[in-house]
């Protein structure tokens, strides 16, 4: 696969929209990604509309050798469902001739088009914001989309992603990118994540077959996590002069990494990015509150919160090896490394925490 995102002017880009969407573009921003180049679109549609409303999409190009139209379609049936169950989430969007895609006459591009949510992402207001109560909201949040993936009709069935580093069973791609970095890293980092793979290895692994699975969204950060406004103010966010709880409400965006797999290891990956990036409550402590809100519409077993911590590790160290090994791939892509130093500091740390005191710290404060 391509790792290098895939480039096409703005011009060229506007011209498409032009003449396959009927689309008046008054501006493309750029956002950042990881493999494809996304972008916020203000357009107005000329065809078919006596209100020539100003309106906003997201627009996704790939490049054709990475894109698979029957994995794309499983990920528009997946946004189409949770959209149905509720869900504030970004949804695909068809093209005139009633296909979901566009091939560039280069055949060397894929363009998709996707609904757009209005407010900002989580990353940029969680200075503003009740730290506690976000993260057991966005447990909630967790425990409340896998409860409704599990609802997935049998025709969705993902094919498994064996060479994909991104999917936390998939620990020994980690060990196979390390050789790669050893020139960017240093004796230590290596010794201690070759040290925690082998501790998930033996822990965890042997349980795979038992953990329950499905469909996860496989990419659940603050970058991902759309927080609406109402009338210039976060929409509830907070608790307010009078204690009074309000219910926070996320939308969610980009489904490309959707993945059959544990529900446990998304709940894994997800504090893991709140224990990179939320500064204002102990690090330890995140994983009990955002439990506190997933065990609201999911069951964590007691086995469950034993292997927890060795997935959490693991999810660390894929913040510093895939992010460095990509980083390789595209050096003017930074977005390739966010949050692998941070992972580095945060792995050291728990270094002085064993895996027994993590869930006797995280029962504690479920039960309080």
């Known amino acids: 696969m391509d790792k290098r995102r895939p480039e096409l002017s703005n011009q060229e880009l506007n011209r498409i929209l032009h003449m396959e969407c009927g689309w008046k573009v008054h501006k493309i921003d750029r956002l950042d990604s990881f493999e494809d180049s996304n972008f916020v679109v203000k357009y107005e549609n000329l065809r078919g509309s ?58 060397q591009f894929v363009i998709r ?17 009740d730290s506690i109560c976000m993260v057991k909201e966005l447990g909630s949040f967790t425990g409340k989309l896998h409860d409704s993936l599990k609802k997935i009709t049998k025709d969705i069935v993902l094919e498994s992603r064996p060479n994909d580093p991104w999917i936390l069973e998939n620990s020994s791609c980690l060990r196979n990118l390390l050789p790669g970095i050893k020139h960017n890293t240093t004796e230590e980092r290596e ?90 409550v102990d690090s330890i402590d995140i994983g009990g509150h955002f439990l506190n809100g997933y065990k609201e519409f999911c069951f964590i077993s007691d086995k469950d919160l034993q292997l927890l911590p060795y997935c959490i590790l693991v999810g660390l160290c894929q913040y510093i090896v895939v992010g460095e090994s990509e980083f390789q791939n595209q050096p003017d892509n930074e977005y390739t490394r966010l949050g692998a130093d941070n992972a580095w500091i945060m792995l050291q740390k728990l270094q002085n925490v064993t895996e027994e005191e993590m869930t006797r710290i995280w029962n504690r404060i479920m039960k309080s």
């Not at 997201?58 to 490049?63: E, G, N, T, W």
Request: proline residues 4%.
């Open 50 to 107: 006596y209100l020539k409303e100003k309106m906003q999409a997201i627009v996704k190009i790939s490049h054709r050798r990475n894109f698979c139209q029957q994995k794309a379609e499983k990920e528009r049936k997946v946004m189409e469902h949770l959209k149905t169950d509720g869900f504030i989430c970004t949804v695909c969007l068809p093209f005139p001739d009633d296909k979901w895609f566009y091939a560039t006459d280069s055949g």
């Open 113 to 129: 088009l996707f609904s757009f949510i209005p407010g900002i992402p989580l990353k940029n207001c969680l200075h503003k914001i």
């Open 191 to 280: 010794n201690l994540i070759l040290k925690i793979l082998q501790k998930f290895e033996d822990n965890v692994m042997p349980l795979f077959k038992e953990l329950q699975k499905g469909i996860i969204h496989n990419d659940i950060h603050d970058l991902n996590i759309i927080v609406n406004y109402k009338d210039g103010n976060l929409h509830p966010l907070y608790i307010d002069a009078e204690n009074t709880y309000k219910e926070i409400k996320f939308g969610l965006i980009d489904f490309n990494d959707i993945a059959y797999s544990p529900y446990l290891f998304e709940v894994a990956m997800v504090i893991r990015d709140l224990m990179v990036d939320v500064e204002d």
